[in-house]
Structure formats: structure tokens, C-alpha cells
């Protein structure tokens, strides 16, 4: 990549918030990471003539980097006074920022911490529900929950760039239903070696380069459902 390519790169700002008093659950989190994606991608902002429109084009057509960081009490407040939207999922709260240059961030988002994003399930989350989109997650893979916001933030675009506008509609008429699931380590390979999107990473944190990190299933992702030609060009993440 080029000195001017670098200049012109965007990264989508995620941002949990962990009180120390009362973290999220890591599923909800991962959940309500990918539903921060899909909520930006649907705004209205986003849209061609939107205010976000020309950085979320800008993203789309690099790198889909994303970055998830943390935030509580008045930095969280602070997080709210800049533009973007929140998704509340379950015992998690993130919110999702337009794409913003890979070096000139916003100060109240540069100055937050990417560690610290370690969390747990206090119990087994249950089957995914059906007829959404389930987001499966490598089971051999070591991810921090922001590392595995990031990642299944990216499955849900991979989701949505493999839906036309009718199924877009329903979807969204439906709270975009979605479940990230860790997969069984018996159907991994299967379900990582089939034609549904799959993430590979770009190794810049935690994991090697090329490592497949989340499969994206929907019905409309099958063979057979209502996928575009495109979206089989989007598979690799970059």
C-alpha cells in the first residue's frame, strides 16, 4: 500500500462500554458489535447524499478495518456527544461512529483503551434462534472479546453485502436477528471449507495473518437463497 493509500485509509470506531461494576456478558457484546455494524450501514446517513456517505464509500472500497475500544462513566458520556449511533443488546451497549482516517481520530475516541476488553459468559448462551443470521466463530482461535467484536462485526457485513434490498428489508424489519455462536470444533472445517463468507484476518493483532476467523451463515447465503453474484467477491476480508 501507498503513502497516499495509508493517508486515505478509514477504520469503523467501535466502542463497548465496561463499568467496572456490571461488564457486559461477552455474547451480548459480540452481538451487539455486529448489530453497531449493520445499524451503520442501514442509517440513513449512510445512504448516498448522507453525511456519512462519502466515508462509509471510502471504507467500503479498503480495508474494512474495524476497532473496538472501551469506554465507562464520563468517557462513555463523551462517546455519546460524537456523531454515531448505540445499540443496546441484552447487558451491552456499543456504539458505532462513521469511519474516521486511520491516523486522525476523534481526541475522545483516540484516547480510549483497546486492552482491557476481556470478558466472559456467565452462562452457556443458548441455540441460535432461526431464520437470521448466525455468525460462527473459530473454536480453535484465542480472541479477546474486542478482537471477536471486530471480527464478527465483519461477518455481519459480510451478511449484509450478501443480501438483495427485499431481504436487507425484512432483515431490518426483524432487528436484523442475528446469534454469534463459537462452532462446534467437528463442523468447523466444513462449515470454513463451504461457499458462505468467511473472515480472514489481516493479522494486525492476536492471530496470523490469513486466519479464518468467523463463517457468516443466513438463508439467504446458501445455495439456492437470495445472494447476488457480488457478494461470492467478498469473501476474504481485507
Known amino acids: 500500500m501507498t503513502g497516499e493509500d495509508v493517508t486515505q485509509e478509514r477504520v469503523l470506531p467501535l466502542v463497548v462500554r465496561i463499568e467496572r461494576s456490571a461488564p457486559p456478558e461477552?455474547?451480548?457484546?459480540?452481538?451487539?458489535?455486529?448489530?453497531a455494524v449493520?445499524?451503520?450501514?442501514?442509517?440513513?446517513r449512510a445512504a448516498d447524499g448522507g453525511e456519512w456517505a462519502e466515508a462509509v464509500r471510502g471504507w467500503e472500497r479498503?480495508?474494512?478495518?474495524?476497532?473496538?475500544?472501551?469506554?465507562?462513566?464520563?468517557?462513555?458520556?463523551?462517546?455519546?456527544?460524537?456523531?454515531?449511533?448505540?445499540?443496546?443488546?441484552?447487558?451491552?451497549e456499543v456504539r458505532v461512529h462513521p469511519p474516521v482516517p486511520l491516523d486522525d481520530w476523534p481526541r475522545d475516541l483516540s484516547r480510549l483503551q483497546v486492552s482491557g476488553t476481556d470478558l466472559a459468559d456467565s452462562a452457556e448462551p443458548g441455540p441460535p434462534g432461526e431464520g437470521g443470521a448466525v455468525l460462527w466463530i473459530n473454536p480453535h482461535l484465542r480472541m479477546?472479546?474486542?478482537?471477536?467484536?471486530a471480527q464478527a462485526g465483519h461477518a455481519a457485513q459480510f451478511a449484509w453485502w450478501g443480501a438483495d434490498g427485499g431481504v436487507r428489508e425484512e432483515w431490518r424489519e426483524r432487528g436484523f436477528a442475528l446469534a454469534v455462536r463459537t462452532a462446534d470444533p467437528a463442523s468447523w472445517d466444513a462449515l470454513a471449507a463451504g461457499d458462505l463468507p468467511v473472515v480472514r484476518d489481516a493479522g494486525f493483532t492476536e492471530?496470523?495473518?490469513?486466519?479464518?476467523?468467523?463463517?457468516?451463515?443466513?438463508?439467504w447465503l446458501r445455495p439456492g437463497g437470495s445472494r447476488p453474484v457480488a457478494a461470492a467477491e467478498r469473501r476474504i476480508s481485507r
Not at 38 to 44: E, R
Open 26 to 35: 461477552r455474547t451480548d457484546a459480540l452481538e451487539a458489535a455486529a448489530l
Open 207 to 219: 492471530i496470523e495473518p490469513g486466519s479464518c476467523t468467523v463463517v457468516a451463515d443466513a438463508p
Open 38 to 44: 449493520l445499524a451503520l450501514l442501514g442509517d440513513p
Open 144 to 149: 479477546s472479546a474486542g478482537k471477536a467484536m
Open 62 to 92: 479498503r480495508r474494512i478495518r474495524k476497532v473496538v475500544r472501551r469506554a465507562r462513566g464520563a468517557e462513555w458520556r463523551r462517546v455519546l456527544d460524537l456523531p454515531g449511533t448505540t445499540v443496546a443488546h441484552g447487558t451491552a
